[in-house]
């Protein structure tokens, strides 16, 4: 079957860092995707990694271990804008077509 | 702009009361969803489309329908909402090519009375 895990909350303290989780198990994984959702508005693209190893895009890290099923973000120099949802979203090309598969998402808290 | 738009934003009906939700894309994409998203069980995907003419289910159909016509547009229907229905929903473009990034519309929020 397919399942992905993320903590539901976390906090953290602004210029802080912080990383974020993400255990998956799927059949066809070609890929995994973070996004960024504020309370109530679209999610919003941040990282795509589909090899292993770690990508960086300014504040923003990912890692990836395909052998592990385990992803992270990490947040660096923590600003109060950074208080969103973190979607973790594995991409499964089981059947020949790409489908996208959320987690539940990540609330993060960003205190003064 | 490149954009996904979706109408209405917000909606508040009866139960039974047919409604449709329009999307639409100007970024040419061929492959476009629909997902709902609920606290708790994060975004599942409703139906997809992979071109004009072509749709398929996704994991909770039920309750749903939709069409292609033409690329721009994916409309979600619901023939006779229910209240189990209430949710938020997104319609999501994707680029082709191996990264396939979605791009997602704004949002509506639909309660069902």
């Known amino acids: 079957g397919q399942n992905i895990d993320q903590p539901t909350e976390m906090t953290a303290t602004e210029g802080a860092i912080v990383q974020i989780n993400c255990t998956y198990q799927?059949?066809?994984?070609?890929?995994l995707f973070w996004y960024q959702q504020h309370a109530g508005e679209a999610p919003t693209f941040l990282s795509y990694?589909?090899?292993?190893g770690l990508e960086e895009k300014g504040r923003f890290s990912s890692f990836l271990s395909r052998s592990k099923g385990y992803s992270y973000l990490l947040l660096k120099e923590l600003q109060m804008k950074d208080s969103a949802s973190y979607l973790c979203?594995?991409?499964?090309?089981?059947?020949?077509?790409?489908?996208?598969?959320f987690g539940a998402g990540t609330r993060l808290a960003v205190h003064p | 702009e490149a954009q996904v738009t979706q109408n209405p934003r917000y909606l508040i009906t009866v139960t039974g009361k047919k409604l449709t939700v329009t999307c639409s894309q100007n970024?040419?994409?061929?492959?476009m969803s629909w997902y709902r998203q609920d606290p708790g069980l994060g975004l599942r995907q409703i139906y997809y489309?992979?071109?004009?003419?072509?749709?398929d289910k996704g994991d909770v159909p039920e309750g749903y329908k939709v069409s292609r016509k033409e690329k721009r547009n994916f409309p979600l229907i619901l023939e006779s909402p229910s209240p189990n229905q209430t949710s938020l929903y997104f319609c999501?473009?994707?680029?082709?090519?191996?990264?396939?990034?979605?791009?997602f519309g704004p949002g509506t929020r639909l309660t069902v009375l």
């Open positions: 979203a594995v991409r499964d090309s089981t059947g020949g077509y790409n489908k996208l598969i």
């Open positions: 970024m040419n994409h061929e492959y």
């Open positions: 799927t059949s066809g994984f070609n890929g």
């Open positions: 489309s992979m071109n004009v003419e072509v749709t």
């Open positions: 999501a473009s994707t680029t082709g090519g191996a990264k396939s990034e979605q791009f």
């Open positions: 990694n589909v090899l292993d």
